[in-house]
């Protein structure tokens, strides 16, 4: 069986506090319902790269890791992570409910839109390591 890998170039373009933002990211898989992995304050989907190939294979959905860019004269804060994560879903999945995976800062992003919009979301994970 051939491993998945993720592949790259893929963006889209929310809105967050009246700007527009460019959003990258990573993806692997196909299928629903997908599981979207969302990083802390670093931004980055580089921890989650080797991962989320074995993971929509295990799976046999899609797994977007996003790349959160910085937002110039926006002060980071549990809203506006909830908000970046809220719009980056709808993006995705439109309606469907999705598999959060939260990581760091992003963990804390996912459950504060767990408890506030419970019907886009199936399941919350909080990895304590994405190595190995």
């Known amino acids: 069986m051939e491993m998945q890998t993720a592949t790259h170039s893929h963006?889209?373009?929310i809105e967050v506090g009246g700007m527009l933002v460019v959003i990258p990211y990573v993806r692997a898989g196909q299928g629903e319902p997908a599981s979207v992995v969302f990083p802390g304050l670093s931004g980055s989907a580089l921890p989650f790269e080797k991962n989320i190939g074995p993971l929509a294979q295990k799976t046999g959905s899609r797994v977007i890791?996003?790349?959160?860019?910085?937002?110039?004269?926006?002060?980071?804060?549990?809203?506006?992570?909830?908000?970046?994560l809220s719009e980056c879903l709808t993006e995705i999945a439109g309606l469907d409910p999705v598999n959060l995976i939260g990581y760091s800062a992003g963990g804390a992003f996912a459950l504060n839109l767990a408890?506030?919009?419970?019907?886009?979301?199936?399941?919350?994970?909080?990895?304590?390591?994405?190595?190995?």
């Open 11 to 13: 963006y889209f373009e």
């Open 65 to 84: 890791a996003l790349n959160l860019p910085p937002l110039s004269g926006l002060r980071p804060s549990l809203e506006l992570g909830t908000e970046i």
């Open 115 to 132: 408890l506030r919009q419970p019907e886009k979301i199936i399941h919350v994970s909080f990895p304590v390591q994405m190595d190995n």
